[in-house]
């Protein structure tokens, strides 16, 4: 076989630039409303896999909500109460998104699916009766679209 060696260098130059216009449009082209969705999306993968490495880096450093909780509360309730379960799903609905360069608020209705043992139960049921959105204020802690870290999570039907 006879291979075109300058060929091969183009052809590879060229898919490498394709690849590298498309890795700079996901960074810094995507609206800040999209980056916010697809962090929501991968820390709701996170607590659903109940990786709370994961989740923590979700949380900034200065995490407060109107429950009490910081950032090492939240995690250590999370272990708690989600801990016992052996399969877990949340479910978003009505999802809104507004959003800014470096900060944003997402509101989702937000229902819990699964199964396991203790008080799982007692904790879908506790989630699913909230028929109000929750409200999550997301802040872009760098340069990529990654950095996104929430820094407050409420609803107004817990108190």
Known sequence: ????????VRTSLAVSAILALWF?????GRSPEAQIRAAQAALFTAVEDRDWDDVAGFLAADYTDSYGHTRQSAIENGKKYL???YALSLKTDQTHVR???QQGVLQTMI???GNGAGHSLA????VNQINEPWTIHWTKAGLWPWTWQVTMIHNDQIR
């Open 24 to 28: 700079v449009w996901w960074a810094f």
């Open 99 to 101: 959003a800014a360069r």
């Open 1 to 8: 076989m006879n291979f075109d060696r300058r060929l091969i």
């Open 123 to 126: 904790v879908i049921g506790a």
């Open 111 to 113: 229902r819990m699916e």
């Open 83 to 85: 801990g016992f379960f």
